[in-house]
């Protein structure tokens, strides 16, 4: 029994229905993958079991450490928990330096200013 340790996706119990209505109970895994991810605000890879919708889910926000840092602590694994906790301490501002932005505002408008940058495309109104 396989679980995702960022979204906490798990097996679920289904019906298989036949053409005469005989249900057939059936358990439906997810695909979970052994997964090495590299952490930019670490600088190091991060090894968990994750489900490809997890991957993909992660690549559209941004990054793991993005993804991470907005998941509820609830779905995360006890692994996935210490990560996230030092990756906000990491990121966390030192005491006497000038008071940041939180983590996830900070990683949004580097995106942004990321996505600004690039040149539009030939024949698209911008």
Do not use: W
Not at 99 to 110: G, R
């Amino acid at each position: 029994m396989s679980r995702c340790e960022l979204s906490g996706k798990g097996p679920v119990v289904k019906n298989l229905v036949s053409h005469s209505n005989i249900k057939t109970k059936t358990i439906a895994q997810p695909n979970v993958q052994k997964k090495r991810i590299m952490s930019r605000a670490l600088n190091e890879m991060v090894r968990l079991q994750i489900s490809t919708s997890a991957i993909k889910d992660m690549e559209h926000m941004g990054g793991f450490d993005i993804y991470i840092l907005n998941q509820d602590n609830k779905k995360l694994s006890p692994r996935a928990l210490t990560v996230k906790n030092r990756i906000l301490r990491k990121i966390k501002p030192k005491v006497g330096a000038k008071p940041a932005e939180t983590a996830t505002e900070t990683a949004l408008t580097s995106k942004t200013a990321k996505a600004s940058r690039t040149p539009a495309k030939k024949g698209s109104k911008a």
